[in-house]
């Protein structure tokens, strides 16, 4: 028996979880469901026939996503989670180069590699902006631009964005944190067939758990996905608790305004060692990971070329101001 090399030095994407009391660490929504969803969701299961597989391509959660962005079903496929979809797009172009601009969402890379495909970084500059990609499409498969990035958090200029289309090369633009920016790039797709977007309801829904993640793109892109995906590939009750979410997307709002008022908080008292963010996420420049683990507050340490600061996932009130009372004791 002979695993490939490549993957035998893959390293783990999460190491074992570091032990604490608050988790900041991995960009989650600090809130649950609501008790009275649950309920509802919890009555809408007993409608579900546990025994007879899902709709083959997901087809209820997409007429209800389409319906939620104004778009035809066919513009739209669902997968587990948004990092699901992330190998399908390297899969059906050709190219033998991944376009990824460093530091940014690990997975892209991982995926690429997976993939047999080359991985061509053009780092970002040091205001963590894309630079000059359109100058490097050659021979290229596909081009991802996280916007807002993970894990800097800022937007993308959209000028910028622009050019890398107008080469006509395939551009995964991954909004995974738009509901807490200023700017999203969905009026775009009507311009460029190029254009794929990425999305998830891991994080403004509050749904990591559950695993939902959805791509838009012209027909053809999402058809040429939906012919290579494995059949029944998302759950039943996955689909459910998705169109439950977005029937009550007031909550989601709520959240999200509640979200981006306390990173603004955050970002306020330590506003010289704190980048801007548009994401529900600060990436400061304080190398205080071991010293908060020690107080039981689990944030992302980084590494590369942001080693010596760390990633904070805005949290509860509570959870926020005792990460706030812990680091202003760090800086003395």
């Known amino acids: 028996m002979r695993i490939r090399r490549e993957i035998e030095n893959f390293k783990p994407y999460i190491l074992d979880e570091p032990k604490g009391v608050i988790f900041l660490n991995k960009n989650e929504n600090p809130f649950d ?29 997409r007429e209800k996503l389409a319906e939620f962005l104004g778009l035809g079903v066919e513009r739209i496929v669902v997968g587990n989670g948004s990092d699901d979809l992330i190998p399908y797009f390297i899969k059906i172009f050709e190219g033998d180069k991944v376009v990824i601009s460093s530091p940014t969402f ?7 590699r997976l993939e047999g495909a080359e991985v061509l970084d053009i780092p970002l500059d040091e205001d963590f902006e894309i630079v000059d990609l359109e100058k490097h499409v050659d021979n290229v498969r596909v081009v991802f631009i996280c916007s807002p990035n993970n894990p800097t958090g800022n937007l993308q200029r959209r000028e910028k964005i622009l050019k890398v289309l107008e080469t006509g090369v395939p551009v995964v633009i991954d909004e995974a944190y738009h509901e807490f920016a200023s700017e999203n790039y969905l009026d775009l797709l009507d311009d460029f067939d190029n254009l794929i977007i990425l999305r998830t309801f891991s994080k403004a829904f509050g749904l990591a758990g559950i695993r939902i993640g959805y791509a838009v793109a012209n027909e053809e892109i999402i058809s040429t996905i939906l012919k290579i995906r494995p059949p029944f590939a998302m759950s039943s009750l996955s689909m459910k608790i998705g169109e439950l979410m977005m029937d009550n997307y007031e909550i989601v709002k709520e959240r999200v305004r509640f979200i981006i008022e306390e990173r603004e908080r955050i970002r306020n008292i330590f506003s010289d060692i704190t980048y801007p963010s548009e994401t529900n996420f600060l990436l400061m420049d304080v190398p205080a990971y071991d010293f908060l683990l020690e107080r039981g507050i689990v944030v992302r340490k980084m590494d590369g070329r942001l080693s010596g600061k760390i990633r904070v996932t805005v949290g509860r009130r509570e959870e926020n101001d005792a990460f706030i009372s812990a680091l202003k004791d760090f800086l003395g």
Do not use: H, Q, T
Request: charge should be positive; proline fraction near 11%; charged fraction near 30%.
């Open 106 to 112: 690990k997975m892209y890379e991982f995926f690429a």
């Open 33 to 61: 469901l609501p008790e009275e969803l649950k309920s509802k969701l919890l009555d809408s299961m007993r409608k579900i026939p546990f025994n007879r597989y899902p709709d083959i391509v997901a087809n209820p959660l």
